[in-house]
């Protein structure tokens, strides 16, 4: 019971803050879209060997919205342990019977939640502005998506673990965000399948640009998504947690 009070708790206080400050979401999308207009207006079609994202304006809409699905959900846990560190809140956090770990578990799949509704909206705009048709196959696509989240969600939990330690971290957290373009652009080769999102991302885009279904996915792709999706989740967890338990040695787990 105590952990359903929590995740509803982080879902609700995400509703809120959504439709509170609304104006300043909308904004948000009205940046997201202009970012995704800069790179269409300047398409070209040329695309560099082992790159799917850019071989077709289908591909550019479906590798944009993927990596913004991603680069949500992988700043939500170090963004937020930065902002209740500097609002002076971390201890409150820390102090509930839940733990810091679980509450920003919940708190990531909360924020997945609230964001999806960007995710539509920006879907939907970029497919009206190209006049592109996407195979919007939600079976197929849903399974897909929460691999390549719960592999970010581990990434998440890296970046949160050296906000945790180092605190401003904001610069190499952007850098984390251009490279999951590359972890979205690259082809699943027998070495970046097994990178974080590479080989989700790649059926992503085969769904809804080539109508792939799910019983056409090789049962080793789905193995390989699944033992590494969960893996680099493990790991992410395992990390936050040492740097969690370092953070209160060092008495510096709620200082700015």
């Known amino acids: 019971m105590k952990w359903w009070l929590g995740f509803s708790a982080m879902l609700k206080k995400e509703v809120i803050l959504l439709r509170r400050?609304?104006?300043?979401?909308?904004?948000?999308?009205?940046?997201?879209?202009?970012?995704?207009?800069l790179i269409f207006w300047g398409y070209s079609g040329i695309s560099a060997p082992g790159i799917k994202m850019?071989?077709?304006?289908?591909?550019?809409?479906?590798?944009?919205?993927?990596?913004?699905?991603?680069?949500?959900?992988?700043?939500?846990?170090p963004y937020s342990l930065l902002q209740e560190t500097q609002e002076g809140t971390m201890e409150q956090l820390c102090m509930s019977p839940l733990g810091l770990t679980v509450l920003s578990g919940f708190k990531v799949v909360a924020a997945?939640?609230?964001?999806?509704?960007?995710?539509?909206?920006?879907?939907?705009?970029?497919?009206?502005?190209?006049?592109?048709?996407?195979?919007?196959?939600?079976?197929?696509?849903?399974?897909?998506?929460?691999?390549?989240?719960?592999?970010?969600?581990?990434?998440?939990?890296?970046?949160?673990?050296?906000?945790?330690?180092?605190?401003?971290?904001?610069?190499?957290?952007?850098?984390?965000?251009?490279?999951?373009?590359?972890?979205?652009?690259?082809?699943?080769?027998?070495?970046?399948?097994w990178l974080p999102t590479t080989l989700p991302a790649y059926w992503i885009?085969?769904?809804?640009?080539?109508?792939?279904?799910?019983?056409?996915?090789?049962?080793?792709?789905?193995?390989?998504?699944?033992?590494?999706s969960l893996f680099y989740l493990f790991i992410g967890i395992a990390f936050f947690r040492l740097c969690q338990a370092k953070a209160r040695r060092q008495g510096t787990l709620g200082h700015f």
């Not at 609304?22 to 995704?36: A, D, E, L, Q, R």
């Not at 850019?54 to 939500?76: I, K, P, R």
């Not at 190499?172 to 082809?187: D, N």
């Not at 109508?211 to 033992?227: E, F, H, Y």
């Open 54 to 77: 850019g071989t077709s304006v289908e591909n550019l809409v479906v590798g944009y919205v993927t990596w913004l699905m991603l680069m949500m959900a992988w700043q939500t846990i």
């Open 21 to 37: 400050y609304f104006v300043n979401s909308i904004g948000g999308i009205i940046t997201i879209y202009f970012i995704f207009m």
């Open 205 to 228: 885009q085969g769904v809804m640009t080539e109508g792939v279904t799910l019983s056409q996915i090789p049962l080793p792709d789905w193995l390989t998504m699944l033992a590494s």
């Open 112 to 193: 997945a939640i609230t964001d999806m509704v960007i995710v539509v909206a920006m879907l939907a705009l970029t497919m009206v502005t190209t006049g592109t048709s996407l195979n919007i196959d939600v079976i197929s696509l849903l399974p897909l998506a929460l691999l390549a989240l719960t592999a970010v969600f581990g990434l998440g939990f890296l970046g949160g673990g050296f906000t945790l330690l180092f605190k401003r971290v904001q610069s190499y957290l952007q850098i984390v965000q251009f490279a999951l373009i590359a972890l979205v652009a690259a082809e699943p080769n027998p070495v970046f399948r």
